[in-house]
Each structure stands twice: as structure tokens, then as C-alpha cells.
């Protein structure tokens, strides 16, 4: 219901407003033509009133009270002003409404008094029903992972404790203690964590105070909060909920027993990215007003003691959440349930009650519209669909049932004038002439529509009549203003403005306009009366008062201008940016003392905001402390070399890390090189710096080329380019600036300087900071250093690198210790074939804030758990899939091949989103998602179907393994999906392969399972190598001249089937790339014809071919010889040694059984005895036999390790010596003789 960032107004007291003293005349009454005003909107007005009273004087559904009541408040800017007001006003004294809901009523009106002028008689509505505005708060606390609500912090685990306002405790951030929460801000009762602490993300923080009673007595407590909460009253929890939820008043009630004296009040409320704050009143058992309690925020040492014979606590009244959950839960499936269903989806709507992330309201509207499809039932469905596509389809069912209802008609006219074509929208409400409330909202797109089509004056001539038709209502008038701006009828639109305003002073545009207008012409006091009344309206608006703030700079009040922002610190002291606003103005106004001092109050808040760095170095030129470490070119040309056996070398890698206390960085690097060769200056003739641009910031401090004969230059390009791989369906969040050096030649050294700083506002990770840095190159390095500076109240957690002669020096430099990893004369990387990834072929150094993978775990499911939660729809597919089925197996296999099928892999890395998934129910709307995505919307999918799954953080085989300490997100690269008690991973980023086929870069992959209470790091498996095997079977018929038609048939199973899917999913190509492929086995081949069966991925890949070999024999004079079978065995082993160890991938088995068919008049004139080659890597076999006229060969060759160790390979190339031995023999055909 309510937006509540400063800068942001909430919702519900932007609509209610107070009128300009200046304009109250105008206020008193209607505008001219309001008395002949038949605004439709009225009755209904009158209509939603009676609905209030009918279920409102029921305890047993005043629950459905709430929503006619909600929208009368909507109506008050579209029905004759007054009126709405004036029902609010009737309900808030009818003693037929309970009376939780005439206080909600009153609550309701009091937001309508200061909206009509009257900002005396509100304050005095809202102090009559209790709502409490004295308080001491505390924060910013951790709520990481939403964790906060549930652990207990130092304010509740002292809530029984004496007081102690001086204490401090360890905050988010900082060292944080209790204050006085400014009164002003909260005039209408809402407590705005927002406004005074920072910092605002993933963050907890507390209120207390206390009210005195004279006797003991029972009170109700009426809350609601922007997040997550929890309420104690004299030390006992009264009040919880976990639901991340937008604010709205008395949301929920409880019971209490008051004492005798002063007790103690405590809320706790946590937010993760949303609004913060809350409400709190007093009322009596039955929830009426108790507006005589003295409350204090700054009450005694201690609450009342409880006394010896408490009395008996009667239950509060059901707030209306409350009560329209039970009715919902208690409906029947039919349309009478439909009702409370409808009703419970605008509740949860209009006033923000969902859940973060939750599309409950939509699920309900569209089973409200399943058991009874009304208009209304439908209509909501469609406003609350995500997509245009379901939009469409609940408009359609409301064609087919209720075609010439107006509210239908309008429903299609607002999705056409969306699409494609506009111009239908148009056609269809000049056809149609729509009467009452919905004839003034098709008037509104109508005249929308004109001014897309720029007929001004026709638009105009719509709006104008309808201001009269609404007796002047505030939406119509807001709409004239613009419309007579549009035209350039200036006098006209400032006289529109001011009966705007006189209605709606809470319109901050408006006053803006009117502002400039004043300016314009000189008339400083309308302008100071202007900003007056925005202050009053809202005290709380951040942006409003930095707005304040320039003008009053701009008319040259200063003073005033920088008591603004004063005050803006004074309510958020820890708000860097108010420092670096005032140090902006300071500046202008050339207090520059004044000034480096609000700057460096900034920067100690914010350490990582590069742009307040700049302007301190600027006037304080000073060298900052890590780019004191480069070293000087003496020092580095000194290490210049005439060797040429590399193209390139590195003569100096320095970087320096600076992390600060909530896990960002600042990162500079020296980086030296020489060119020695042609080949060198073609390589290094261009230098990538990635970054994260909106987070990372790039300062190339200094680049220079010093030249052999003494020159020095500085030149080069700079350019910026994306980083992403579109042929992989890949897209980052990153750039690259590029620095290219056109005239580079051998002999060159190149030193760059640069800077990669975090910038963001926060830390999108919590307070994490980790880090892998590969320590060797494929060029060797002359001096490398990596030093690491961090608040030596962080404790780092290191892994040892393997690099020799490297040292780590540790200092303590006042309040930061200092890591210092430094080595010499680093040899270049000894590159071959075949070899892992680079974290096991050279030293890295890895760096963590997390001591465990839990620690880590904990972290990315927090991070996840609510983008996990499947909707009515999902829950629905996964019921039908596994209908019937009770086996497991078959459940998984169901689920996996529906999310493959209906989800394509598209890899958004943006941001957050390179760790956390989107919502399961987005993902599957648009059908597309990365990896994180498909992993999270199988675990959700098992999970509905009561199978137990985890989703799997994984590090791709083929990036290399790495020790399993430090604790990391660095090392993770991938994500998907495992279930436990079938003991099986599942890939849902691929729709070619099958449940069983792993594919390869997930085997042998580094994974931690992650759960709601479990982690766990593994190794995922290896499938075996009969799980992934080539059967062929090729009949050969052998010409004489050596040429051979072959006629083939495979079957592949496993995760090579995978990637025969990918390559002959489409069938105009399959000819062309089968060719392709048994041209690497026969030279020349020709593919006469191929057949593939359908590859389906829950069925091995099966095809047959004939084709045609010019050359199947090699000819030897006379003789043909025919060889068997191969596989990739051959080539494997082809150095002596192995300094690396050999990857060859997945096991897996290769089985050919060829027949030849010899050629008219020719012989076998020798067969091969063939043989076999066994051992602890695999097995090679060759069988060789007579079959009538032809001779048969059947081969077989399986490896069944994906990797061989430096140590191993001396055996394994000897096998694969005598293996190549069997698969080198030779069927020897000549002519003559018997065949």
C-alpha cells in the first residue's frame, strides 16, 4: 500500500493530501458545476458504503469489509470531491461497524482531512486512535539470507534486561546504539526505519518504548510493518510474521496484559531490499481507540513486574487479514468460495500484504475467476496476470461470457491499444458508447489515443467535458493541466494547477510547476509558500527536501539551503550521500575547509565511492596509499632482457587490494611487460581491463612505452566493448575497456596503471568478500606481488599456493592488517595437450571471508529461497505430470523432461543475477532461464511432487579442481539440480540430453548441495563407461580398386548422446554434417543416405547411412589391406612425459563390428590373429573371423578413467602402445585364389 524510501512517498498517504493555506478557500467547496454534477462515480461511492456496512457489523466476516472500504479511498480522486470523504467520514462514527473497523475508517478519514486542508484536524484524527510516535531506535543489524527475524540480537536478548540506552552494540556496518527517533517524521503514526537508518538492505532494526497504565488491564496492540517483524510487550512475544510485506495499518492484532505502571514495548522489523518501517497503536479489547495512554519513549530502567495473579487475557478481534485467510481456507471449492477469494486477492494487492516475490493475489483472482467467471473475477485475473498472453486469455473468457458488458469491451480496447495496432482501440470505442464509471475510464484511454495521435484540441474537448461531468474531480483536473500544456496554454494551465493543488496538495509536480512559474517571475514568497507546504505534507521526503534544498540555494538562501541538509543528517547520520551533498554546496559557496571535511565524513561511510576519492584528491592532492606501492621505471627497465625465447614477458605484476569492512574492494594494479618479438608486439598490441559497469569503475591512471633508445610515449586508444558470448545464448553485465598500443615494436616495455574500484552503494553479497588469482602465465614474469589490505577485524582465510619461492609477509598497520604474497623469476606456464583447467596446472591464490561451505551455503540459499516458490500453475503442471505415477524414477524423468522441453537455455549474467536465480514462475512465463534458473525451478517442481532435491552450485570440470579450503563463491560457476535418494544430478540447461546422460563438464565437477537445511560439498561422479558407449555396425563393400560402399548403423547412449542430438537436431543440415564427421574416419566419404530415428533425449541417438569411400583399402601393389575399427585411443600418448596430468574426459566404450565383403576374385591372405590389450585404464580389443565370403572384425575399446596422473602415464602409454599395436594390424586381400 506504501512506498517508503525516502524520496519515495508511501502510497496510501501520497493519495490523502493537505490543502495549500493559500488556496483553502478554494477548498471549502466544490468547483463551479459541482452542484449539477453527475459523476458516476458517486453511486458507487454509495454502493461500497452499504457493502461496508453489511459485512463490517459481523465478526464472523468483517474481514470482507476491507475491500469497498479500500476502494473508496482509490475513488477519491474520480468521484465528485467530498464525497469519497464524506462516506469515509460516516463509517469512521456508524456504531454499526466493529470497532477495529471504524477505527480503520477513521484512520482512513484522517488521511482524507489532511488531504482537503485541514492538517490540524488530521494530526488530532491521528493522535486520537493511539498510533504511537514516540520511540528509541536501534540499527542497522544483519538480516543476510533473511536470517535476522529469527536470531535473537543484543536489543531483544536484553529486552527483560534494565535499560541501558548507552550501550553499544556491533551493528551491520558499524558500532550502532540507541537515539530518539525524530517525531517529525512520523506525523501520520508510520515509523520509517528508511528515513534514519543506513544501511537500508538486508538489514534489522528495533523500536522501543513504553506506556504507563494506571491500573492492570487488558489492551490490544494493532501493527503493521514494511518487512519482516516481530512485537514484544513487557518482554513476551505478542506479535510475528515472516512475510517481507509493504505496510499498511492495524494489519494484525493481538491481546496483551497491561500492567499497573510503565511496559515495555519492543518491535523488531527486518527488510531485504523493499520498504522498512512500521505502525503501532493502543486500542481497548475490542479494538477501538485508546487514545488517553501516556507512552515515553525514554520510560524507566525497567517495566512494571508483573503481577502475582495476571488476569485473563481475552483474544483480540480478527483483524481483517486475518479473517478473510480463515474464510478462504474455510471456502468451499465452488462459486460460493469464489467470493472471499476475489476479495482476499485485492486486499493482498491494494495494501501490499503479499509476501516479497509471491503471486498469491494472482493465483487467488484466477481461482476466484475458475469457480465463478463474473466480470469482475476475470477482469482482476487479467490485471493481475504477468504476461500479456495470460492478460489476454482471462479478457477472452470474459468475451465469450459477457461480450456486452462495458467493462469487457474496455478490458479489450486498453489491450489493444498496447499491441501492435492502436488504431483498433480507437475504432472500437468510437462503435461503442460506454455509459457510467466505465464510459469515464474509456473516455480517458479515447483521449489518450488522441494524443498519441497528436489531436490535441480533441483530447482536450474529451477531458474538459468530463471535469464538469465529475463536478471537477482531481484525476480529471491533473489530466487538464497537462493537456493544456501540451497546447502552450500557459495562463490556463497555471489556473488548472491552482485548482489542482487546492484539491490535491500532496501533487508534487504540481507544486514544482508552480515553483518555476514563481521563479520565472520574481515571486520569492509564493515559492517559499510552495516548499512550506511540501515540508508539512511530508517531512519525511528525502528527495522533496534535497529539492528544497536547490532552490533555496538557487534564490541565494544558503543558510537555509545548508540547514537542509543538516537536517537531513541529523535524522541519518550515516547517509553518506547527504555528507557529499553538503560538501557539493559547501563547495559552491567556497567553504572548502567545511567542504573536505563533509567529504571525508562521506568517504569514511562509504570507502568504495570513487567520484568523493577524486574530489578530496583534487583538493587535497595526496598519492594514495596502495598506488604508493608501484615501483619506479628504474627499477623495472633495470629487468630487461635480450631474450628472445618468449614472445613476451612480464617484468612487473603488482596489485593491491583494499577491502573494505562490508566486503567491497578497491583494486590497483602496475603491470609491466616487454615485447621481444614480431609476434609479441602482434599479442600484446591490446590490454582487456573487465569490469561491472553501475558497480565497477575504471581508471586508467597512466600508461607509457618506453622505447629502447631512451624514448618515452603515451600513446594509445581506449575503447570500450561488451563482453558476452551471444553464440552460446551468454550474456553478461560486463564491459571491457581496451587499451591498444598501435605502435608497438620489439624491444618495447609497456607499463599500465590502473584502477578498478567498487562503486555500488552496497554489497550485493552481504559483507563477502572472496577472490582466485592465477599466480603463473603463459609468458614468464620477473617479479609478481599481490598484496591484500583489509580491517584487521576481518578474518581472511587463505589457501596455501604451490608456488615456489613464494613468500607471504603479514603486517598490522593501524586499524588494517596487510597480506603480502610476493615471488621472483615465475616460469611461464608449460603448456599441453589435453591438460586440466588452470587451477590444477598453476599456483593461485584464494582468498575468503567464509571459514565454512556452510557459511556459504547458508549465504546463496538465503540469497534464493524466495525466487523458489512455485504458483497455482506449476503446482498444477507438476499434479498432472506425476498423476498416477509412484514411482520415483518416473516422477523425476516426467518433471526433468518437461522443464528441458519448456524452458531454453538463455544465460542472463547481470548483476546479482550471476548468483541469484529469477522467480521460478518468471522463468517459466517467458520460457527461458540460465542455469540457477532451470536448477531452481526442478528443485521447486520435486519438492511440489514430495521428492527430496537439493540444487547443486557447480565448478565445471573443465575450468580445473581446487582445494577444498578456503570456504568460496568464486570458485562456482554453474548450477543444477540433484536428488538424493536416486543419487542423481540433473542438467536442466540442456533439452538434448537425457535424465541418465550427465553431461561431460559435469562429471568429475566440484558441487555443493544446497537445501533449506543441508550443505554439503562432493565430487559429482563419473558416469561409467558402459553408461556412455558407441555401438556401430558397418558392412563394407570392398571394390577393387580399394573404394568401398559402407552401409552404417550407430547407437550412442550415455553423455556423447547429448551432443549427437545438438549436431543432427536439424534435418536440413544431417547430411552435411554427417559427411563431416566420417570424413575424420574415410577420407573423401560421400553420403549417398542417412536416416535418424527421432532423438528423443529419453532414447539412445540411433541412425543408419550408406555411403560411398573413395579410398576404404590402402592399395600395396597388388595387395588391398583393410584395417579395423578405430576410436580416439590413437593419439593420446604422444610425448614420452607429462608434466600435467592427461584429462581424457568421461569414460566411455566404443563397440565396432565391421564386416567386409570382399571384392569379386580377391582373397584373404592373411588375417591378423588380433588380441587384447588390458589394463587399469581401459581395454582394447581386436577379434578378427571368417563369415562366407567376408571377413569380420569386431573391435572394442574402453576407457574407464577420465584422468591419468604424471605418475600413471609412463603405464598408460605403454598400454596405449600395445593397444595401438592390435587396432595397426592389417587384413591383407588379393586377387585370385579361393575368397
Known amino acids: ?234 518482554g513476551d512475544e505478542v506479535l510475528s510474521d515472516e512475510a517481507y510485506r509493504r505496510v499498511d495499518y492495524d494489519r494484525f492484532a493481538a491481546s496483551v496484559a497491561g500492567r499497573a505502571g510503565m511496559n515495555r514495548v519492543l518491535v523488531k522489523v527486518c527488510t531485504a531490499e523493499g520498504p522498512w518501517g512500521f505502525t503501532l497503536r493502543f486500542g481497548d479489547r475490542s479494538g477501538g481507540a485508546r487514545a488517553d495512554l501516556n507512552v515515553v519513549a525514554e520510560g524507566p530502567t525497567e517495566a512494571a513486574a508483573a503481577p502475582a495473579n495476571a488476569p485473563r487475557v481475552p483474544d483480540a478481534p480478527a483483524a481483517p487479514l486475518a479473517n478473510l485467510e480463515a474464510l478462504v481456507e474455510g471456502a468451499p471449492e465452488s462459486a460460493r468460495g469464489a467470493g472471499v477469494r476475489f476479495d482476499l486477492a485485492r486486499v493482498l494487492q491494494w495494501t501490499g500484504a503479499k509476501d516479497e516475490g509471491s503471486t498469491r493475489p494472482r493465483e487467488l483472482a484466477e481461482r476466484a475467476a475458475e469457480l465463478d467467471p463474473s466480470v469482475d473475477h476475470l477482469l482482476l485475473a487479467a490485471a493481475l496476470a504477468e504476461s500479456r498472453a495470460e492478460r489476454m486469455r482471462h479478457v477472452a473468457q470474459a468475451e465469450e461470457r459477457h461480450a456486452r458488458d462495458p467493462r469487457v469491451v474496455l478490458a479489450r480496447a486498453e489491450l489493444l491499444a498496447s499491441g501492435p495496432d492502436p488504431g483498433q482501440a480507437l475504432r472500437l470505442l468510437l462503435e461503442r458508447s460506454l455509459g457510467g464509471p466505465t464510459g469515464l475510464e474509456a473516455d480517458w484511454l479515447l483521449a489518450t489515443l488522441y494524443e498519441r495521435r497528436d489531436l490535441d484540441q480533441a483530447a482536450l474537448a474529451i477531458i474538459e467535458r468530463n471535469v464538469q461531468r465529475t463536478g471537477g474531480a482531481a484525476r480529471w483536473i491533473r489530466r487538464h493541466v497537462t493537456a493544456l500544456g501540451m497546447l502552450g496554454r500557459r495562463q490556463d494551465a497555471f489556473e488548472a494547477t491552482e485548482r489542482l493543488l487546492a484539491l490535491r496538495p500532496d501533487d508534487f509536480d504540481a507544486h514544482r510547476r508552480m515553483i518555476e512559474d514563481a521563479r520565472a517571475r520574481g515571486e520569492t514568497g509564493r515559492v517559499i509558500a510552495h516548499l512550506d507546504t511540501m ?158 559497469p553501475g558497480s565497477e569503475w575504471v581508471d586508467v591512471r597512466s600508461v607509457k612505452t618506453y622505447r629502447a633508445d631512451g624514448a618515452v610515449l603515451d600513446n594509445y586508444e581506449s575503447f570500450t566493448n561488451s ?134 551455503g547458508r549465504w546463496w540459499w538465503g540469497l534464493a529461497r524466495d525466487q523458489l516458490r512455485p504458483d497455482e500453475r506449476i503446482a498444477r503442471t507438476v499434479r498432472e505430470l506425476t498423476d498416477g505415477v509412484t514411482d520415483v524414477r518416473e516422477k523425476v524423468a516426467r518433471i526433468y523432461a518437461w522443464v528441458t522441453e519448456n524452458t531454453r537455455y538463455v544465460g542472463l549474467e547481470f548483476g546479482i543475477h550471476g548468483f541469484k536465480p529469477y522467480r521460478i514462475t518468471q522463468v517459466v512465463d517467458r520460457g527461458f532461464g540460465d542455469c540457477k534458473d532451470t536448477a531452481s525451478l526442478l528443485y521447486a517442481m520435486f519438492q511440489l511432487a514430495g521428492i527430496d532435491a537439493r540444487i547443486a552450485l557447480v565448478r565445471t570440470s573443465n575450468l580445473g579442481d581446487v582445494a577444498h579450503a578456503p570456504a568460496s563463491l568464486a570458485v562456482f560457476n554453474h548450477a543444477i539440480a540433484y536428488v538424493p535418494e536416486l543419487d542423481l544430478y540433473l542438467d536442466g540447461t540442456t533439452d538434448t540430453h537425457g535424465m541418465s546422460e550427465l553431461p561431460a563438464g559435469d562429471q568429475g565437477a566440484l558441487t555443493l548441495l544446497v537445501g533449506p537445511e543441508t550443505v554439503e560439498l562432493r565430487q559429482a561422479p563419473w558416469l561409467s563407461a558402459e553408461d556412455v558407449r558407441r555401438d556401430r555396425t558397418l558392412e563394407v563393400r570392398l571394390e577393387a580398386d580399394g573404394a568401398a560402399v559402407i552401409a552404417g548403423e550407430e547407437r550412442v547412449t550415455g553423455s556423447r548422446a547429448g551432443a549427437y542430438r545438438t549436431r543432427y537436431q536439424a534435418p536440413a543440415t544431417r547430411e552435411e554434417r554427417l559427411q563431416e564427421a566420417l570424413a575424420g574416419r574415410f577420407a573423401g566419404v560421400e553420403v549417398l543416405e542417412e536416416r535418424f530415428e527421432e532423438l528423443d533425449p529419453s532414447e539412445p541417438v540411433r541412425f543408419t547411412y550408406r555411403a560411398r569411400v573413395p579410398q576404404m583399402a590402402q592399395r600395396v601393389g597388388e595387395e588391398l589391406r583393410v584395417g579395423p575399427g578405430g576410436g580416439r585411443i590413437q593419439g593420446l600418448a604422444q610425448t614420452p612425459t607429462r608434466r600435467h596430468p592427461l584429462m581424457l574426459g568421461p569414460p566411455e566404450t566404443f563397440v565396432e563390428r565391421r564386416v567386409v565383403r570382399l571384392p569379386a576374385g580377391h582373397a584373404v591372405s592373411a588375417l591378423p590373429q588380433g588380441g587384447e590389450a588390458e589394463s587399469a585404464f581401459g581395454r582394447v580389443a581386436v577379434a578378427y573371423g571368417r563369415d562366407g565370403d567376408a571377413v569380420t572384425v569386431e573391435t572394442t575399446i574402453a576407457l574407464t578413467t577420465p584422468r591419468v596422473s604424471p605418475e600413471q602415464y609412463p603405464a598408460f602409454r605403454e598400454w596405449v602402445q600395445r593397444a595401438d599395436q592390435l587396432l595397426r594390424e592389417r587384413i591383407v586381400i588379393r586377387p585370385g585364389g579361393d575368397s
Open 723 to 856: 563482453v558476452g558470448q551471444a553464440a552460446y545464448r551468454v550474456y553478461y553485465d560486463m564491459r571491457q575497456r581496451v587499451l591498444r598500443f598501435p605502435e608497438l615494436e620489439p624491444g618495447d616495455v609497456v607499463e599500465v596503471r590502473y584502477r578498478v574500484d567498487d562503486v555500488a552503494r552496497r554489497n550485493a553479497f552481504g559483507d563477502y568478500y572472496g577472490n582466485v588469482s592465477v599466480l603463473q602465465r603463459g609468458v614468464p614474469v620477473a617479479a609478481l606481488e599481490h598484496v591484500l589490505v583489509a580491517p584487521a577485524s576481518r578474518t581472511l582465510h587463505f589457501n596455501e599456493p604451490a608456488l615456489p619461492g613464494l613468500a607471504h609477509e603479514t603486517a598490522r598497520e593501524g586499524e588494517q592488517q596487510v597480506h603480502r604474497f610476493h615471488a621472483t623469476d615465475v616460469p611461464a606456464i608449460r603448456r599441453e595437450r589435453n591438460m586440466p583447467g588452470v587451477t590444477e596446472i598453476a599456483p593461485y591464490l584464494h582468498v575468503s571471508t567464509y571459514a565454512t561451505w556452510e557459511d556459504v
Open 535 to 692: 515540508r508539512t505534507l511530508e517531512p519525511a521526503n528525502v528527495r522533496q527536501r534535497l529539492y528544497e534544498a536547490s532552490i533555496l540555494e538557487g534564490l541565494g538562501r544558503r543558510d537555509d539551503a545548508l540547514a537542509v541538509y543538516r537536517t537531513l543528517l541529523e535524522w541519518a547520520p550515516e547517509e553518506a550521500s547527504h555528507h557529499v551533498r553538503l560538501g557539493d554546496a559547501l563547495l559552491r559557496f567556497e567553504q572548502t575547509d567545511a567542504a573536505i571535511a563533509a567529504f571525508r565524513a562521506a568517504l569514511a561511510l562509504r570507502p568504495q565511492d570513487a567520484s568523493v576519492r577524486e574530489r578530496l584528491e583534487q583538493l587535497e592532492p595526496t598519492e594514495r596509499p596502495d598506488e604508493s606501492r608501484a615501483i619506479a621505471p628504474e627499477v623495472f627497465l633495470a629487468r630487461r632482457t635480450d631474450s628472445t625465447r618468449y614472445p613476451m614477458s612480464v617484468l612487473h605484476d603488482l596489485t593491491v587490494s583494499t577491502v573494505y569492512e562490508n566486503g567491497l574492494t578497491h583494486r590497483f594494479h602496475q603491470y609491466v611487460f616487454q615485447v621481444h618479438t614480431e609476434e609479441g608486439a602482434r599479442r600484446a598490441r591490446t590490454f582487456g581491463i573487465p569490469f561491472e
Open 1 to 234: 500500500m506504501f512506498e517508503l524510501r525516502p524520496g519515495a512517498r508511501p502510497r496510501a498517504l501520497a493519495v490523502f493530501t493537505l490543502a495549500l493555506a493559500l488556496l483553502a478557500p478554494l477548498a471549502e467547496g466544490a468547483p463551479a458545476g459541482a452542484q449539477r454534477s453527475s459523476n458516476p462515480h458517486d453511486a458507487v461511492v454509495r454502493d461500497l458504503e452499504r457493502d461496508v456496512l453489511r459485512f463490517g457489523r459481523r465478526p464472523a466476516e468483517s474481514g470482507r469489509a476491507l475491500p469497498p472500504m479500500l476502494r473508496i479511498e482509490q475513488l477519491r480522486d474520480r468521484a465528485t470531491p467530498g464525497v469519497a470523504k464524506a462516506a469515509l467520514g460516516r463509517l469512521a462514527e456508524s456504531r454499526r461497524l466493529l470497532p477495529h473497523l471504524r477505527a480503520y475508517a477513521t484512520m482512513l478519514r484522517g488521511l482524507a482531512e489532511k488531504a482537503s486542508g485541514d492538517p490540524a484536524v488530521a494530526q488530532a484524527t491521528f493522535d486520537s486512535l493511539g498510533y504511537v510516535r514516540d520511540w528509541m531506535v536501534i540499527g542497522s543489524f544483519d538480516n543476510e539470507g533473511k536470517s535476522g527475524l529469527d536470531r535473537e540480537m543484543p536489543p531483544e536478548a536484553r529486552r527483560a534486561a534494565p535499560v541501558d540506552r548507552d550501550a553499544t552494540f556491533r551493528g551491520k556496518e558499524r558500532e550502532v546504539r540507541w537515539r530518539r527517533y525524530p517525531r517529525e517524521l512520523s506525523p501520520q503514526g508510520y515509523v520509517s526505519f528508511d528515513a534514519v537508518f543506513r544501511p537500508w538492505v538486508n538489514v534489522c532494526a528495533y523500536a522501543e518504548t513504553f506506556v504507563e497504565l494506571e491500573r492492570a488491564e487488558p489492551l490490544t496492540i494493532w501493527f503493521g510493518a514494511a518487512g519482516a517483524a516481530k512485537v514484544w510487550f513487557n
